[in-house]
């Protein structure tokens, strides 16, 4: 085919489909072993996308279908080269990085948390990053311990 025939898109239209880079944190990358598997799994979907985009024999739409799993592709790289594996807590005497704390609030609920690493973090699921106000102020606390966040107390019930 001809390139005459061939539409290219305006670099002001090309720029549309670059997606800004997805924010690095500044805190260390601490993974736990699940959380390095993870980083790896979403790291192979995301170079498997962007290698189904690049199939793609319309350029505007190969750009188009890319850009998403380009920015994944570069954050998770990225995530995977600073990832500093954490070993399970060797105790559970009190709480550290890999720790699942349950603790009760002073209006009676009991919640339990897995501190784990800033990708891994999903509240709805059971596990907090450590960075989280909640695990900095746990962290290195033991059962029977009592810690405020804001106008609640925390009191740790156990450390597993």
Do not use: C, W
């Amino acid at each position: 085919m001809s390139v005459a025939f061939v539409k290219e898109e305006s670099a002001e239209t090309a720029a549309e489909t670059q997606l800004p880079d997805r924010p690095i944190s500044p805190h260390p990358n601490l993974v736990t072993e699940a959380g390095l598997k993870a980083l790896e799994r979403q790291l192979r979907e995301a170079r498997e996308a962007f290698e189904s985009a690049g199939a793609i024999e319309d350029v505007n739409e190969r750009r188009r279908q890319a850009a998403g799993p380009g920015r994944d592709l570069r954050y998770f790289s990225e995530r995977l080269r600073t990832a500093q594996l954490v070993p399970p807590p060797a105790s559970n005497e009190t709480v550290a990085f890999g720790s699942t704390v349950t603790f009760r609030r002073n209006d009676g609920r009991v919640q339990t948390y897995r501190i784990v690493g800033e990708d891994e973090a999903d509240p709805k699921a059971g596990s907090i990053s450590y960075v989280s106000p909640v695990a900095r102020l746990l962290m290195g606390k033991a059962a029977g311990d009592v810690v405020s966040v804001g106008e609640q107390e925390l009191e740790i019930v156990k450390i597993v």
